[in-house]
């Protein structure tokens, strides 16, 4: 059994009775309410969905992820150290990555159109998830442009 979640967002862009709504909507800047969620759920397979903007696909693709790189300026795991009972993190090979996936940008609010495949908050999401040992990680990028 897996968790399937939307960054808030992508649920912004997407109708009420979207399919991609269905799932769990986290405010990947809000620490407590994404621990909670990963906590109260103890699954080991999440499946993590953003927006991007590119034009390289079609709208409404999904892109899975194989990296990315946090351009944010934030860290969801700062300040957070004592209560997550760590010091240093290696997140290198967080994603359970398929065949043709990208390296995405996290950019925060904004999308960077500069960038490939941005994306805002699923690092902080990933991020989390591999700190609290969920090893099975699936991100994903909705195109909505």
């Known amino acids: 059994m897996r968790i399937n979640i939307i960054t808030t967002q992508l649920a912004k862009k997407r109708p009420k009775d979207s399919k991609l709504r269905k799932h769990n909507i986290v405010n990947p800047k809000n620490f407590n309410q994404t621990y909670q969620l990963l906590?109260?759920?103890?699954?080991?397979?999440?499946?993590?969905?953003?927006?991007?903007?590119?034009?390289?696909?079609?709208?409404?693709?999904?892109?899975?992820?194989?990296?990315?790189?946090?351009?944010?300026?934030?860290?969801?795991?700062?300040?957070?150290?004592?209560?997550?009972?760590?010091?240093?993190?290696?997140?290198?090979?967080?994603?359970?990555s398929k065949q043709n996936s990208i390296?995405?940008?996290?950019?925060?609010?904004?999308?960077?159109d500069k960038y490939d495949y941005p994306s805002h908050y699923i690092c902080h999401i990933i991020t989390l998830a591999h700190t609290m040992n969920i090893r099975n990680i699936h991100g994903f990028l909705y195109n909505s442009i």
């Open 39 to 96: 906590a109260s759920n103890r699954k080991n397979e999440i499946h993590v969905t953003d927006s991007t903007g590119t034009t390289t696909k079609q709208t409404g693709t999904i892109i899975p992820i194989k990296d990315h790189i946090n351009r944010t300026g934030t860290n969801i795991l700062i300040g957070k150290q004592k209560f997550l009972n760590i010091d240093f993190i290696d997140i290198s090979n967080l994603y359970n």
């Open 103 to 112: 390296i995405t940008d996290c950019c925060g609010e904004t999308l960077n």
